[in-house]
């Protein structure tokens, strides 16, 4: 069993790299993302860290693993979130609330952005199967959107390719968010093994991209184009 490491209550403390504490190190930033405004930023500790340790098993062996707790809050002046970080000796361990990946609303249909929020939350969660069913979502509401008929999704992304303009591999990419979806909905579809973080993160990512295609660039040009000097 391993000895903790001496820890001085009610002072700045946080981990060396031979496993000891520090004064006034738990002080320093942790970059992350805020879960509150989705903006990167150096997080700065509120008072103290907390240790405690936490029995884990490596190589069979049980072992007493030493963390710290800190409240930690957003830089970003119009958030000041505020968030409950656990470090150990290798960085961050865990972030309450999660952290969610970034995306962009602009040029979405309210409901298009319920549904993206909601398959990043999904994610932040753990909820791998779920973000993967949210993205499917996503896909049908595109459809919708776009008049894209038919009597399932497959008749619907085909349709789809007549009624607006992407690039080829965003076609093909639709195709395969639609069968990670159904994979994580039906136990009998065996498209992919695994729907797990990398899945979930994936098909939220390729979600992101066919949205900003669709719905985001003709806005971004027009703002460009706006900031051109008059003849």
Same mark, same amino acid.
């Given at each position: 069993?391993?000895?903790?490491?001496?820890?001085?209550?009610?002072?700045?403390?946080?981990?060396?790299?031979?496993?000891?504490?520090?004064?006034?190190?738990?002080?320093?930033?942790?970059?992350?993302?805020?879960? %509150?405004?989705?903006?990167?930023?150096?997080?700065?500790?509120? /008072?103290? &860290?907390?240790?405690?340790?936490?029995? #884990?098993?490596? /190589?069979?062996?049980?072992?007493? !693993?030493?963390?710290?707790?800190?409240?930690? $809050?957003?830089?970003?002046?119009?958030?000041? !979130?505020? $968030?409950?970080?656990?470090?150990?000796?290798? /960085?961050?361990?865990?972030?309450?609330?999660?952290?969610?990946?970034?995306?962009?609303?602009? #040029?979405?249909?309210?409901?298009?952005?319920?549904?993206?929020?909601?398959?990043?939350?999904? %994610?932040?969660? !753990?909820?791998?199967?779920?973000?993967?069913?949210?993205?499917?979502?996503?896909?049908?509401?595109?459809?919708?959107?776009?008049?894209?008929? #038919?009597?399932?999704? %497959?008749?619907?992304?085909?349709?789809?390719?007549?009624?607006?303009?992407?690039?080829?591999?965003?076609?093909?990419?639709?195709?395969?968010?639609?069968?990670? #979806?159904?994979?994580? &909905? %039906?136990?009998?579809?065996?498209?992919?093994?695994?729907?797990?973080?990398?899945?979930?993160?994936?098909?939220?990512?390729?979600?992101?991209?066919?949205?900003?295609?669709?719905?985001?660039?003709? /806005?971004?040009?027009?703002?460009?184009?706006?900031?051109?000097?008059?003849?």
């Amino acid at each position: 069993m391993n000895v903790s490491p001496r820890f001085v209550p009610n002072e700045p403390n946080v981990f060396r790299a031979d496993g000891g504490f520090s004064q006034d190190a738990s002080r320093l930033p942790v970059s992350i993302r805020c879960p %509150h405004c989705r903006e990167l930023g150096s997080f700065n500790a509120i /008072g103290a &860290a907390k240790a405690f340790n936490k029995p #884990g098993k490596v /190589g069979g062996n049980t072992v007493i !693993g030493t963390y710290f707790a800190t409240i930690r $809050v957003c830089p970003n002046l119009k958030c000041f !979130g505020l $968030v409950f970080v656990i470090e150990a000796g290798n /960085g961050v361990v865990e972030i309450e609330p999660p952290q969610l990946l970034d995306f962009n609303p602009d #040029g979405l249909s309210p409901r298009l952005q319920q549904t993206l929020k909601e398959a990043v939350a999904c %994610h932040a969660a !753990g909820a791998y199967r779920a973000a993967a069913m949210m993205v499917r979502r996503l896909l049908e509401e595109i459809c919708d959107e776009n008049k894209a008929a #038919g009597a399932n999704l %497959h008749q619907r992304l085909a349709s789809l390719r007549s009624a607006i303009v992407l690039p080829e591999p965003l076609f093909e990419a639709m195709n395969e968010l639609k069968a990670l #979806g159904n994979d994580a &909905a %039906h136990i009998e579809a065996k498209v992919y093994d695994n729907i797990g973080a990398d899945e979930a993160e994936d098909s939220i990512e390729l979600a992101k991209e066919i949205v900003k295609a669709l719905y985001q660039l003709k /806005g971004l040009i027009a703002r460009l184009q706006a900031r051109k000097a008059a003849p």
